[in-house]
Every structure is written in C-alpha cells, then in structure tokens.
C-alpha cells in the first residue's frame, strides 16, 4: 500500500472502513506551535457522515484521540499520533462484494492485486471514510500555515451541471476564504446551494448518483514557494489531491480553458502595487509560473467522481462461477460525495504547502 505522503511533513494513513479504528501519524511537524482541538474538531465535523440527505446516513463523531506528538495542547517535536474510531459497522451488506465487485469501486481491481486479502467491508482501505485521517492531518497543518498569513478555503463549484459563482481568482480575500472554511456545503451563490441540493435529492431517489468540482483558493503565500519540472507545486499539489478517492481532475487557474485562449490573453500583467510589491492584474496562471507561487492566490479545482455505490441494479461478475453476473448494492452511501470532499480538498492543500514551506 501507498499510504504515506510528503517529503518533510510525513503522513502515515492506516486502517479500514469497518477496522476498530483509521488513523493518521504525521511526522515533521515544527515543535512548540500550539494547536487549538476545537479548530480541529471543527474541521473533523464538517467532513463527518450523517449531516443532511446529501450525505451517508452512516453516523459517526470522528472524534479524533491523539496518542502522542501533543503535550498540553502544544506539538511536543515527535510524531503527531491521532486515531479516529470506526463505530457504525455493518459489514454484512457487504460480504458478498469480494465476488461480486460494484462496478466504478476498487473491488475488482484491489482482489486482483492483494490476491483476495483485502479487507473488502465498507471499501476497506479504499473508503472515503480514510479522508477523516487527511482532515484531521490539514486541521493541524492550516494552524500553523495561519500563523504565516496562509488561509485556505473551497467551496462546491459544481454539481452536475449546476455551476456556483467561482471565486475572483484576483480579489479572494482571507476572509470569505474563513468564511468558506466554516462551513458544510459552502457555495457562494444561496441559489446554486438550493439547485445542487435538489440535484442530488432528484440523483438519491432515482437510486444514481452525481459528481461535481470543488473550487479551492489559498492566499497569502509568498512568492517564490516551489520548484522546476517535477517539484512544482502544481506536481505537488496534483499529487496529494489524486489521493483523495473519487478524484478524477485537478486543474490550475483556468486549466483546461487556457488551451483555447491566445497568449495575449492568457498571459498576467505584471505592475507594482502602492506598496512596492510584484503583482499581476489578472490571475489566469493559479497564482504559479514554472512550478514556483508568484505571490498571487493559488487557484486549482478537484473534480469528483460520481459515487460509484449506487443502488439500482447493476451488471458485474461472478468471480468465482466466472459467470456474468447481477448487483444490487445494499448499505448506506454518499449520493454525492462533494460536499464532504470540501474539507477534504482544504485539508490536503494545507498539507502539501506545510511540506512546501518546510
Ligand atoms: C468524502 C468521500 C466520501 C465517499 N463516500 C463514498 C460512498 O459512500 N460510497 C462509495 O461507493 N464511494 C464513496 N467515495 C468514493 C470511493 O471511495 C472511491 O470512488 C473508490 O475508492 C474508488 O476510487 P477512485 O474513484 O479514486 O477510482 C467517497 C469519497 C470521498 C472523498
């Protein structure tokens, strides 16, 4: 398995969906900065299941419990150790899975490669439920990112094809970014909150599911952050967020849309601000040149997969009759994991630019 990230600040994930517990160490964070578990437990709350019709039923309090790395409220220097315990288990809707594996999850493609031994209840090592680990890793990196002036923040920026008003990748402040970073199902526009609401009410009951993107910024990092060819942020950044289950895309500023602008229009002015300082009076770039933060905000989208349990029927096959085969998922799952993922995507930024910065 591939379960540790980073270069400086380590992450270490471990355990399964339905194990006694899922856990996280991190290694390499600075000794002596004080971490408030309250801004943690908020973080932890905003990913965790059983909100609202949007997400899982599946009800637990992710409370996390740190083992060690964390003395009176202050980082000790030695690994931070938290774990997070698995409560609502109901293995059995999914025994029949190893043989009958749903089709968009890791079931077929986890048997082949581990054998069968893979833990295959609730998606195992697979499940979105291990993003709790990277919440609770970037709840600890954003608080002391903070302490530099870096906030992060994301909204849902899509559902199918119901769009938000995306962020001004110029103007994005550090307070709405807060803001953002406050809430579950943030969106700018109260409209497209209602419309993706009724999206995925019409995606539930139809027994499907939906994706959509989430729109993350970051401001305040300095210029100069990053490196050339495979060090770049976007490399760094692109290769966290792919650990995020369900992740399908990852864009910088305007991505893909630059393949259809010319370069005049493309290209980011640059001009002194009434403080001397390098700016650029349009951000099509995502705030990065060369791999390398122009001091700008970072700008990037994730974008997420529809989720893959669904409960209508479905064709698969029958691994040990070698017979195709027909599946009817029981249990209870995300009609849309986005609004969930939006912590989720914060958290990994905030990893990835502690390591970063390092
Ligand atoms: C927050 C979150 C919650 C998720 N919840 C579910 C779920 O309830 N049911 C499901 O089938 N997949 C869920 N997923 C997605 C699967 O874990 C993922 O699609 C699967 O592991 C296959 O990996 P891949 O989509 O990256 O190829 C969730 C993902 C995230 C990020």
């Not at 899922?22 to 290694?27: N, Q, S």
């Not at 048997?111 to 998606?123: H, L, M, P, W």
């Not at 909204?155 to 001004?168: A, E, F, N």
């Not at 849309?257 to 980011?268: I, L, P, T, W, Y």
């Amino acid at each position: 398995m591939s379960s540790t990230w980073g270069e400086k600040v380590k992450i270490s994930i471990f355990g399964g969906s339905h194990t006694a517990a899922i856990g996280v160490v991190i290694d390499g964070l600075p000794a002596g900065e004080t971490i408030d578990m309250d801004a943690v437990y908020a973080q932890m709350a905003r990913r965790a299941p059983g909100q609202d019709k949007t997400a899982t039923t599946r009800r637990e309090s992710d409370t996390p419990q740190i083992l060690s790395g964390l003395l009176d409220g202050v980082l000790t220097g030695a690994p931070l150790c938290a774990v997070i315990e698995n409560t609502s288990q109901h293995s059995k809707d999914y025994s029949g899975l190893k043989i009958t594996p749903r089709p968009g999850h890791a079931d077929y493609t986890a048997y082949v490669r581990y054998n069968g031994a893979n833990d295959i209840r609730g998606g195992g090592h697979f499940s979105g439920r291990l993003t709790a680990c990277l919440v609770f890793a970037g709840a600890v990196c954003r608080q002391i990112l903070a302490r530099k002036g870096i906030e992060i923040g994301a909204h849902v920026y899509s559902i199918g094809s119901c769009k938000d008003t995306p962020l001004d990748a110029v103007e994005v402040s550090t307070q709405q970014l807060r803001s953002l970073a406050s809430r579950y199902f943030p969106t700018l526009s109260p409209e497209a909150e209602a419309q993706m609401r009724a999206l995925i009410e019409e995606k539930r009951m139809a027994q499907d599911s939906i994706g959509g993107v989430v729109e993350c910024a970051v401001t305040g990092m300095p210029a100069g952050i990053g490196n050339p060819m495979f060090g770049g942020i976007e490399n760094v950044l692109a290769h966290i967020l792919f650990g995020i289950p369900a992740v399908k895309g990852v864009e910088f500023g305007d991505g893909f849309d630059v393949a259809q602008a010319s370069g005049s229009e493309n290209n980011d002015a640059f001009y002194y601000d009434s403080e001397g300082r390098v700016k650029t009076r349009t951000n099509h770039s995502g705030g990065i040149l060369g791999g390398i933060t122009t001091g700008m905000p970072l700008v990037f989208r994730a974008a997420f997969k529809p989720t893959p349990s669904i409960s209508r029927q479905q064709d698969t096959v029958n691994l040990v009759t070698g017979e195709n085969a027909e599946l009817s998922i029981v249990g209870r799952h995300d009609p849309c994991v986005v609004p969930r993922a939006v912590p989720v995507v914060e958290a990994a930024a905030a990893i990835a630019l502690l390591d970063l910065l390092s």
